[in-house]
């Protein structure tokens, strides 16, 4: 059917929109291809939107109008289901103020609260809220709740099993002054149990008042023997006299003095102090002499001057608090163990002043640490101090072990320093003094590398390193025909490479590299090539000037020729300062010049307009560049370079003095 506007439809049968086959008993049947079915009903702006597709149906209304669901729209009042636009839903009102609010009647099979069966608390009802009215119904009867004490807030809560109230509770009087207070002419309370924390109650000691059972309490039947329990005080017991009213009455003197114990059980004095040996005791024990402790075979005695106790015997001790021999507190262990008396502490020991043990160079002595700590056989550690000879002078304090090589002396300070003759140690080992030692080796973390420090076999001083492999590297040594020192450098493997003797030879297999040399003469040796019992010694020459050279032979061309200095020269030598002589190889020769010179080279050229064809020789000399200031006369033990404070002004032996320098640069100015 093509798009047509209708005043009015009617059609008798099925309407189809979207589907040419509406389903049977369908009067409406909608089915949109490929898109969501949906039925608009609008009037004045609201809209009623019927939504449908493969996920859900959805009924609803636009965003700010509510949607209302009711079966009879002709009664006056609502009682259908109400979803305002605020998300509240409402059964039998138009207004819910709730998430869901029904006005009526609940009718379920369980009701659950936070996924949990609803079981109601104190906290789900309102004070008051169960009355007379609502127990008519027989549900719960009013005698179950009618708690009312007096007129009030006070409220009872309570179930089927239990009671309870908040409040103190009184029996006989509108004042109770406990949690539970019974009065009245009799204030007695009948009970099959009586607990107390939960526990059945059993009266104990401290719970009966001083003199609470009596001899009189006995005879008139409130105390029997059904009310006291067993091994305390019986019927048979008072029959027999061995309890008399005399020995229940327990005043020891007149007074309220009172001791109370059972046959065979404790026994207490609570009132007062006892004294034996004494009747004026000064504390709640006091004992007027010697008390002796545990049985014969291993008894302790506390007295008030030594007694010399442990001495009858291996097994007994003694505490004394000394104050005539020893004066001192005495705590005197047994010889049990065999050997010397202990007294072992098997916990922390802390000690508030200094602790004195006895001197001496024995086992008896000083602090002595248990033997053999890791199952071994004579090992031990001590600390000493003792007197030496004869002499009270000449004393010692020795830390000691023995007796293997590998027992040893360890000072584990964490992160601190250990001083020897300083408080304030900068190093982990800091001795201020000397060290008297045969032999001082120091190794890395590793114990690998060695400086030792030692005295060989002919009483001399011995000072070496030894390299990672364990060769000697370096030697400071004495040598034993002339007493002279030694300084030896050898190589990784142990070669020696370097020796400076104490008769001033030095001798070395490489290298020498420094600022200046300082010499009477500086010569070269090597052995005479024809005659292996001589040496042949050469010289250096020597000037007023820190000098280089170069020589050499060039062939003049028509009477002249160009010679040309080598880079390492002209990088070396100020070309400022360049002298050239020249040497002719003929006869026939009329002279040579230099016409020109650069730093580069030079130019040659025969006299007299020579046009001469032979060899020269040439010498070329000049100042190295940098040391122009060369001071070839100084003041003794200043250096001949004038540049004070630089490299090339370093001295050879002594330090540049403010004086030094201001000589230094009035010779530089001189020049």
Sequence with gaps: MSDQTFDKLIVNDRVGIGTERPEPDTQLHISPTGKDGKIYLESGGNLLQVIVNSTIA??????????????????????????????????????????????????????????????????????????????????????????????????????????????????????????????????????????????????????????????????????????????????????????????????????????????????????????????????????????????????????????????????????????????????????????????????????????????????TAGIMFPKDPGGGSGDAAWIRYYRRGDSGEATTFEIGTSNDPDDHIALMPSLGNVGIGTIQPQGKLDVNGGILAKNVQVRNSDNQGVVGISVNVESCGYIETRNSKNNVVTQINTITNTQDGIILVRSGDGEEKIRLEGNGNIFTSGNISCNAIYAKVKPFLIDHPEDETKNIVYAAIEGPECAAYIRGKAKLNCGQAEVAFPDHFSVVVNPTTITIQLTPRSAESKGLAVLEQSEDGFLVKELWQGEGNYEFDYFVAGVRKGLENFTPVVTKGFSAFAMPGTEAGSLSAVSLQPAAIAQVAKYEENS
């Design 58 to 363: 959805t009924i609803g209304t636009s965003g700010s109008f509510p949607l209302q669901l009711q079966a009879n729209l002709n009664q006056s009042k609502f009682s259908g289901i109400y979803i305002s636009n605020n998300g509240n839903v409402g059964i039998g009102t138009t207004s819910p103020s709730f998430n869901l609010d029904i006005q009526g009647t609940i009718n379920a099979t369980q009701f659950n609260k936070n996924d949990k069966l609803w079981k109601i608390t104190d906290d789900d009802i309102d004070d008051n809220t169960i009355s007379g009215i609502k127990i008519k119904d027989g549900t719960i009867s009013k005698d179950k709740l009618n708690f009312s004490i007096t007129p009030g807030t006070n409220q009872w809560a309570g179930d089927s099993s239990s009671i309870s109230y908040s409040g103190k509770v009184g029996i006989g009087t509108t004042t109770p002054n406990f949690d539970f207070d019974v009065q009245g002419t009799k204030g007695i309370i009948n009970a099959k149990q009586f607990y107390k924390n939960g526990s059945p109650w059993i009266i104990s000691r401290n719970e009966i008042a001083s003199k609470a059972i009596n001899a009189d309490k006995i005879d008139d039947g409130a105390v029997s023997d059904i009310k006291i329990a067993n091994n305390a005080v019986t019927r048979d017991k008072i029959a027999d006299k061995s309890i008399s009213k005399e020995k229940l009455d327990f005043s020891i003197t007149p007074g309220s003095s009172q001791w109370q114990g059972a046959d065979g059980g404790p026994i207490s004095y609570t009132k007062g102090s006892v004294g034996i040996g004494t009747d004026n005791p000064q504390d709640k024990l006091h004992l007027a002499g010697n008390l002796r402790i545990l049985t014969d075979s291993n008894p302790i005695r506390f007295t008030s001057a030594w007694s010399g106790f442990p001495d009858l015997a291996i097994n007994q001790a003694e505490i004394s608090n000394d104050t005539g021999t020893f004066k001192t507190l005495m705590i005197v262990g047994n010889k049990s163990a065999g050997g010397v008396r202990r007294v072992s502490v098997w916990d922390k020991l802390e000690v508030n002043g200094a602790i004195i043990p006895k001197a001496g160079n024995l086992e």
